[in-house]
């Protein structure tokens, strides 16, 4: 393995960082030069200087292995990670070592999950980059790199079949240059369309652009203590739900549709399942809050409960209510759609819904295969048969992503957490959601949750963004030379 | 970039102009901290200093109005007078520095109103005010806690008494409650400013510390950088001269060479492509 090519790769990453920093130091400065200029603006400089020095020595490849590929790609995961936490760092206040590292952690997997008990306390120039973290983790750290630095070459397709899960690439029928420049389409589409929405619906820009890039990268990053709920306004909530939607969505889909491909949104299986499951559960949770005389009117009921069944299922964690104080079969409903997240190939995390409906199929077919034991049974998504490999891969990962969230639970529980908010900051972090139950609540945060679990929970964060196995593959590297 | 000597110049001032970043940044924020230190300092011992002047003008005060009332001597007149305006000094230097000057209203309304039960009380038509002095010094004396009997007094005698019981001691101790709280508040202040510079010092030393984090790690990227495109390939380059000059091997380096490594192995294979025709040529 090469390692210089590594450091030069990953210094590209960081330089995409450092750009989004070096913007949020510019919208400091033009806030008066509020407190967060000058951390931004040297966090930018660092993180400059540490992903130019590779490429002075390191030149130009034709080619990177696998091998190389799973280093850079989760290697530019944790660096940014890494680099994204000196400017809260530098800023101080509530940012301790540790807390620094979960808020930039939290940021760039999209998890959406604070330890600030203030938010409104931070300058704008350091609540623009906490949203920008986000943004970039959204489209994957090194998707963007893609994205935005042509220089790569044909190093891209390389990079870009490690970044992207196999079930992501399934809708993509395109070039991997062709798949980069979609990506970008209706990634900066999206978040443009949500912005100029959101000012109409009454925002003020900053907030406009921060709610929409944290809504389209399924983060849920607020610039207010009590989340969406602070704004009141039924048009506000309506469009973040109409934008964490579409964020969930398989972006090769939505192209497709507008395009007017075949494969588009109307004929997808799993966006219609996705669909279904948020209409069932938003009615359920809807009915069990007006039934508990929560909320007056059904109506109202529906409104809180569509908000936050849109909001968890597509791991943004916006918040327009106190879900800790709703009955138990709307808390268990909340957290069946935490588990089983949106579609693939979006910027949300989980199981995703995609796998959920395969499982669904596989066993199916196992009761079909146990009454008709000589029938060929094949199973389809979307009309296309899939491989065995692939149905394989999917089972697994489901086990372990299970047994991840109940050795998390086990962790939390040993550290003095209640069972409720052991599993629910798991299930949270790991399916990239940010709020979860009990001392985490949608109108809580982490801040007092203690630190070993705080690291824990930033490497369940971790696991779920890169889909468990990228980040394992890392520790298994047989040859590191 | 092409040029060995052209990468390791820049990685080399790189690593300079980081070193030269995070010693101003440290010298900038130790600055700022040392100049809050002072400031916080500073202010608290002035305004400890005002508040013991203002207390000691009081206590002249009240002194002077005793002498005024029990001896009628008129010299005291002054010194009260002086009194007030030291007050009324010392409260206008606080003023001009206060950053919150309506905190100051509360001291400014105490002396003022000392200064009103006075002159209401020379101005009023009691003609025998040393007549009231006995029962006065009673009272004053009695209030710092000797035992001291009643002479007794008269109707003048009484009022004067009944005048410094009940107005001027109300109004001096109202004074020196509002000195005494003026200096409580200025440790209540202090408190979050000492709180803050706590803050300023962690903000001070987080970003020396990640500069020399970010320092390291390039210092240790500069280190694997020489050693893989100057260091080995020497050594590559070497190896290869050696084994073709003592055994006759070919010369042939192993690895990717860049800049001027590559251009030197080039000379050397040309150099030794021109000794080989050279053997040849001496053969024949």
Redesign the interface.
């Known amino acids: 393995m090469r390692f210089s090519i590594i450091l030069r790769y990953v210094g590209t990453v960081m330089l995409c960082v450092s750009a989004f920093m070096a913007v949020s130091a510019g919208i400091s400065l033009w806030n008066n030069s509020d407190s967060g200029f000058y951390p931004l603006l040297l966090s930018s400089l660092l993180t400059l200087l540490l992903g130019a020095f590779p490429m002075l020595f390191v030149p130009k490849v034709n080619s990177i292995t696998n091998k190389e590929g799973f280093v850079i790609v989760v290697g530019s995961w944790v660096l940014a990670c890494v680099v994204g936490m000196f400017p809260y760092l530098i800023w101080g206040g509530e940012f301790s070592l540790v807390n620094a590292w979960f808020e930039s952690v939290s940021g760039f997997t999209t998890t959406g999950a604070s330890i600030l008990d203030d938010i409104e306390e931070l300058p704008q120039g350091m609540l623009f980059w906490r949203a920008a973290s986000a943004w970039i983790g959204g489209v994957g750290v090194v998707m963007f790199a893609l994205v935005i630095l042509p220089s790569l070459g044909t190093n891209k397709m390389a990079l870009s079949n490690i970044e992207l899960s196999s079930l992501a690439k399934d809708n993509y029928r395109y070039r991997t240059q062709i798949i980069v420049r979609i990506l970008l389409v209706v990634y900066v589409g999206m978040t443009v369309v949500t912005l100029a929405l959101l000012k109409v619906a009454g925002m003020r820009w900053f907030d406009a652009v921060t709610h929409a890039m944290s809504a389209i990268s399924t983060c849920g990053f607020s610039v207010k203590n009590a989340s969406v709920g602070f704004y009141d306004n039924i048009w506000i909530e309506l469009i973040l739900v109409g934008a964490m939607f579409a964020g969930s969505l398989h972006f090769g889909l939505i192209y497709a549709t507008f395009t007017r491909k075949a494969n588009n949104i109307f004929r997808s299986e799993v966006v219609r399942g996705y669909i279904g499951i948020i209409l069932v559960c938003s009615i359920c949770v809807a009915i069990s809050l007006f039934a508990a005389d929560i909320y007056p009117t059904i109506w109202s009921a529906l409104r809180k409960a569509g908000f936050q069944v849109v909001s968890l299922i597509s791991t943004t964690g916006f918040a327009t209510a106190d879900t800790n104080l709703w009955p138990p079969f709307a808390i268990i409903l909340l957290i069946f759609v935490s588990i089983i997240c949106a579609c693939a190939g979006s910027t949300s995390g989980g199981i995703k819904v995609d796998r959920a409906l395969l499982s669904g199929k596989l066993l199916v077919a196992k009761i079909r295969r146990q009454q008709h034991p000589n029938a060929v049974i094949r199973i389809r998504v979307d009309g296309v048969t899939q491989e065995n490999e692939q149905l394989h891969s999917v089972i697994l990962f489901v086990v372990v992503y299970l047994a991840l969230l109940l050795i998390g639970t086990i962790f939390g529980t040993a550290f003095g957490q209640d069972l409720m908010t052991a599993f629910s900051s798991s299930v949270a972090c790991m399916g990239n959601v940010g709020p979860g139950f009990g001392e985490v609540g949608s109108m809580s945060n982490y801040s007092d949750v203690p630190v070993i679990l705080k690291l824990k929970d930033t490497i369940l964060m971790l696991m779920g963004r890169l889909e468990i196995f990228g980040f394992i593959q890392l520790f298994f590297i047989k040859s590191w030379r | 970039?092409k040029g060995i000597g052209k990468?390791v110049t820049?990685?080399f001032l790189?690593i300079v102009a980081?070193l030269f970043?995070s010693g101003m940044?440290s010298l900038f924020e130790l600055g700022n901290m040392s100049n809050d230190t002072e400031m916080i300092l500073s202010a608290s011992r002035r305004n400890m200093e005002i508040a013991k002047d203002m207390l000691k003008s009081a206590g002249e005060h009240s002194s002077a109005v005793v002498h005024l009332v029990v001896f009628g001597d008129k010299n005291y007149e002054d010194v009260c007078r002086r009194s007030i305006s030291n007050l009324e000094g010392k409260l206008a230097t606080v003023r001009s520095e206060a950053t919150d000057a309506s905190r100051l209203d509360s001291l400014a309304f105490g002396i003022e109103q000392l200064q009103h039960v006075v002159d209401e009380y020379m101005s009023a038509p009691v003609a025998p005010k040393h007549e009231v002095a006995d029962s006065v010094a009673v009272a004053t004396v009695g209030a710092e806690g000797v035992m001291v009997a009643d002479l007794g007094a008269d109707v003048a005698a009484r009022s004067g008494k009944e005048w410094y019981d009940t107005r001027y001691k109300y109004a001096y101790n109202e004074l020196v409650e509002r000195i005494q709280s003026f200096m409580t508040h200025t440790h209540s202040v202090l408190a979050p400013r000492a709180e803050q510079l706590n803050?300023n010092a962690?903000?001070s030393v987080?970003?020396v510390f990640?500069?020399l984090i970010?320092m390291i790690?390039?210092v240790l990227?500069?280190y694997?950088?020489i050693s893989?495109?100057c260091v080995r390939p020497m050594k590559k380059i070497n190896r290869a001269l050696s084994d073709y000059l003592s055994f006759r091997l070919p010369f042939n380096v192993k690895g990717e060479l860049?800049d001027e490594f590559k251009e030197l192995s080039d000379n050397i294979e040309i150099l030794i492509g021109m000794s080989k025709q050279q053997d040849n040529i001496n053969k024949k």
Do not use: D, E, N
């Open positions: 970039m990468r820049i990685g790189s980081l970043v940044i803050k962690y903000r987080a970003p990640i500069s970010v790690a390039i990227m500069f694997y950088f893989v495109y860049i």
